[in-house]
Each structure stands twice: as structure tokens, then as C-alpha cells.
């Protein structure tokens, strides 16, 4: 069985769309993971397939200085929906975002994003990329090019549609954050897998060795 990591967005323009389906082509580059695509709309209607998942990434733009308001509503209506009985504990988040300048307070989204994501009990994973394009030998198409770590970043030109921004670089950071996502989860869900087999196994042989013992004392 396929283990689901499902991305949850907001997206008004298009752009930040363009950075879930580069996240969803970052967890299909490892086998054994499935990705499930929602939008914050559609996620509040199928919280029986989030629980299913083994992860969640967030995605939503940047405006004023914090996720949409859309987005708000999701993590909002989920703490009546999800929050009271802990259903998200032990699995694991991670966030992206997309503004129109390239810093745009889009830490604080992420940020917002870590926190939502703790309030449920989820481990964050991080970016895990070394800030780029911050040298005279770097450049726009490097990964991280704008210098994130708690998540995958984007910047879209205002005066420019989802069909030309974000940028390659951009959209292949969040490809990265996908596949790390993926590849993080896999490895605790055939940890956990493993342990549940040896405690199976460890059982089985307890009435043995207790057979053993009795006919020890005959």
C-alpha cells in the first residue's frame, strides 16, 4: 500500500497552484508515496482522506503579511473538524508560499503555517537547502534562490500570469520540498512498520518459551 502525503492549498491567481502540482511531482519521484491534491475548499469536505494521509504540506500565497484568508478558514474550521480529538498528531507537515516581491513577510506565512501544524501535534519537516543566489557565482536559477528554510518559497511578478511565474527555480524548490516530504515520511512509516512487526513477533514467541519452561518442570 502507497503511503498518501496529501498538500492542502489556496491559490487566487494560479501561481501558488503551480508550486502544489511542483510539490506533487516531488512526492510521485519516490516510489511507495501517493500524492492527494486538495484545495482548502475541497479539504474541508474530505477530512476522512486527510486522516488517511501520513502527511500534510500546506500551501497558500502570501497577502498583508500572512496566509489567505481562505486558507485561514481552512485551519480554522479544522479545529472543530480535526484539532479536538488530536486526529493529526505524529504526522508530518511542511508549508509553501508565494508572494509578489521576493521577500513579501512570507516567513511570517510560514511561520503561521509551523504553528497551525504544532497545534495539531505534526512534526515540521524543513526545507533543507542552503540559501542560493546570495553570491557572485550564484544565480536566479539556483534552488532556494530566495534564502527560505522552514519552507519552499516562490515570488511571481504581479503583471505576470501563472503561465510565465513563478519561475523554474522556484517551482523546482518546491518540487525538492515535495520529494523530501515524501522521503522523511516513507522512512518513519517503514520504521513504525518494522517495530509493529517485531513486537507481532516478539508475541508469538512468548507461549513458546513459556511451553519450554513448563516442560522444563515436569
Same mark, same amino acid.
Given at each position: ?49 486527510? @486522516? #488517511? /494521509? ?6 497558500? !500565497? ?5 496566509? &489567505?484568508?481562505?486558507?485561514? %478558514? ?77 519552507? @519552499? #518559497? /516562490? ?6 500570469? !501563472? ?5 523554474? &527555480?522556484?517551482?523546482?524548490? %518546491? ?44
Amino acid at each position: 500500500m502507497s503511503t498518501r502525503i496529501a498538500i492542502v492549498y489556496h491559490s487566487s491567481y494560479g501561481h501558488t497552484r503551480r508550486q502544489a502540482e511542483a510539490v506533487k511531482s516531488g512526492v510521485e519521484r519516490i516510489d511507495g508515496t501517493e500524492a492527494l491534491v486538495l484545495t482548502v475548499e475541497e479539504a474541508q469536505t474530505r477530512w476522512g482522506d486527510l @486522516a #488517511a /494521509a501520513e502527511a500534510i504540506i500546506f500551501g497558500a !500565497p502570501t497577502y498583508t503579511g500572512g496566509a &489567505s484568508a481562505p486558507f485561514k %478558514a481552512f485551519e480554522e474550521a479544522s479545529s472543530n473538524a480535526v484539532m479536538a480529538g488530536m486526529g493529526w498528531k505524529d504526522k508530518f507537515a511542511a508549508g509553501f508560499t508565494n508572494s509578489g516581491s521576493r521577500s513579501g513577510d512570507k516567513l511570517a506565512t510560514l511561520i503561521q503555517m509551523a504553528l497551525f501544524a504544532a497545534q495539531h501535534g505534526m512534526h515540521w519537516v524543513n526545507l533543507a537547502l542552503p540559501p542560493a543566489n546570495c553570491s557572485s557565482t550564484g544565480s536566479e536559477q539556483d534552488l532556494n534562490r530566495l534564502g527560505f528554510w522552514l519552507g @519552499a #518559497a /516562490a515570488q511571481s511578478n504581479v503583471d505576470q500570469g !501563472p503561465d510565465l511565474v513563478p519561475p523554474e &527555480s522556484d517551482l523546482a524548490t %518546491a518540487q525538492h520540498l515535495g520529494q523530501r516530504v515524501a522521503e522523511v515520511t516513507l522512512q518513519f512509516v517503514r520504521g513504525r512498520n518494522a517495530r509493529k512487526q517485531d513486537e507481532v513477533d516478539l508475541q508469538s514467541r512468548i507461549p513458546n518459551r513459556v511451553g519450554r519452561q513448563i516442560e522444563r518442570t515436569r
